[in-house]
C-alpha cells in the first residue's frame, strides 16, 4: 500500500512537470512509436509544455501564397535594392538583409554607409508575411511601433544609410523613379511623398515567407520527410525542451520580448534592449523572440550575432541560460530578470543532439 502510494505521488509529479510522457519507457524513447504520433495530423499531437498563461499556437506548415507581385510589390522591391537611398550611394536595405539569408546578414553586426558598424546583427525578415501574433514592435528592441514606422529608420541611421528623409524625394526623382510612383499612386502625382515610399516598402514586405522545407513536407503528411532523429528533436521541442513556450506557430515566435540573460553587462558589446528605451527596469535585457524558421540560413544568432555554432545555442538553453559574471556592470545587470519561463532543461547529449538535428530542417 505504502509503496504503490509512493509510486502514485512520481507519476502525478511526472506528468504535472512533463506533460503526458508519450512513448517513452523510463528514459528511452520509443522511435517508432514517436513516428506513429507525429504522423498523425497537427490537432491531434498531444500539447505541448507550455506553462500556465502563454497563449500559444500549435507549430504549422508555411501554406502562404505568395501575394501576386503588384505595381506597389514591385516598386517596394525595387526601393528595397536601391542604393540611391543612401549617402555615398553604395548602401540598400538588401545589403543588410540579403535574400539567400532569409533576409539577414551573415555578418555579426552589419556594415553601413563608409563601412561603419552597427551593434546589432541584422533580422531575418522573411516571416513578416507569415501568420504571426500581432507584433507588439520591431527591431530587438521593439522601438519602431509599426513596420510603416520601421521601415524609414534605417534611412536616417548614421550607421545605416545616413541620408535625411527630406532628401527622399529629390534622391528618387534623380534616379528615374517619378514614372514609377505615377503608375502607382496616379499620373497626376507631382512629387513623391515620403509616406509613400513607407508603404511600398512595407506592402514588399508583407509579401515575404521563409523558403518551405522538409519540416513544412512532414507537417502536409509526408512521413518520411524527416529522420527519427529529428522526428524525437521535434518532440523535445514541443515537451522537455520548452521550447514551445515562446517559439510557436506557423513563424514560431511569440512576437514577445524576454530577457534570456544575454545583455553582456560590463562588455564591450553591452545592451540593455528594451529598457534603453523605455527606462523601465521590468523591460531589462529584453529582446524580440526571433522567428526560428530558415534558421539555418539566417546564422550568427540573437541580436549579438555572437552565437554561431547550434548545439552551443541549446547547450546554454540547457542550463538554464545562467547569467556570466559581470565586470564593470551597473547595479540593475546583477538583479535577476531572467523570464521565469527559461529553467536548466535536464537533457542529455543524445537529446541536445536530436534537438540540434530537428532546429537544422526549419
Ligand atoms: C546597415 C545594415 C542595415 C540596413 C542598410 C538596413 N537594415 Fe534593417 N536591420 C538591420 C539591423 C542591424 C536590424 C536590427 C536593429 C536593431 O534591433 O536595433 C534591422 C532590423 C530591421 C527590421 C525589423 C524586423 C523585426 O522583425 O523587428 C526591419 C523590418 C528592417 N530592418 C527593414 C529594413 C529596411 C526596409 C531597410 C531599408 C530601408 C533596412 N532594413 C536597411 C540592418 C540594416
Ligand atoms: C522565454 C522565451 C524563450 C524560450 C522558452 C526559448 N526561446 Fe529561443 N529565443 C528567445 C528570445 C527572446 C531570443 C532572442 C534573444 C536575444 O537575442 O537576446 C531567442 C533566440 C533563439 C535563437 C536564435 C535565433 C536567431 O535568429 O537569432 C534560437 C536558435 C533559439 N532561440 C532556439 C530556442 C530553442 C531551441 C529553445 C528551446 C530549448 C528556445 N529557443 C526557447 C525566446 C525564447
Known sequence: MFYHHKYLLCFLLFVSQWGFAICQDNRAYDIACLRTHYAKPTAQWQPPTIDEGVNWTELAPITHTPAPSTPLTELGKSLFFEKALSSNQTIACVSCHDPDHAFADPRTVSLGVFDRQGKRNSQSLSYLGLDAPTSHGFFWDGRANTLDEQVLIPLTDPNEMDITLDSVPTRLVSAGYLPKFQA?????????????????????????????????????????????????????????????????????TDNQFHNLNQTLAGRKWQDFGRYANTDNPSDFGKFKTPSLRNLSVSKPWFHHGLFVNLRGVVAIYNRGMPLPPTKDAPPIAHEDHLDPLIKPLGLSADEMDALTAFLMTL
Do not use: W
Not at 502625382?189 to 512532414?218: E, G, K, M, N
Not at 502536409?220 to 524525437?232: F, K, Q, S
Open 184 to 252: 502607382v499612386f496616379g499620373e497626376h502625382l507631382a512629387d513623391i511623398d515620403i509616406s509613400q515610399v513607407a508603404h511600398a516598402l512595407t506592402t514588399y514586405l508583407h509579401t515575404l515567407t521563409p523558403t518551405p522545407t522538409r519540416f513544412d513536407d512532414f507537417l502536409n503528411g509526408d512521413p518520411t520527410a524527416l529522420t527519427d532523429t529529428e522526428i524525437l528533436g521535434l518532440h523535445l521541442f514541443r515537451t522537455k525542451a520548452r521550447c514551445m513556450n515562446c517559439h510557436f506557430g506557423q513563424a514560431l
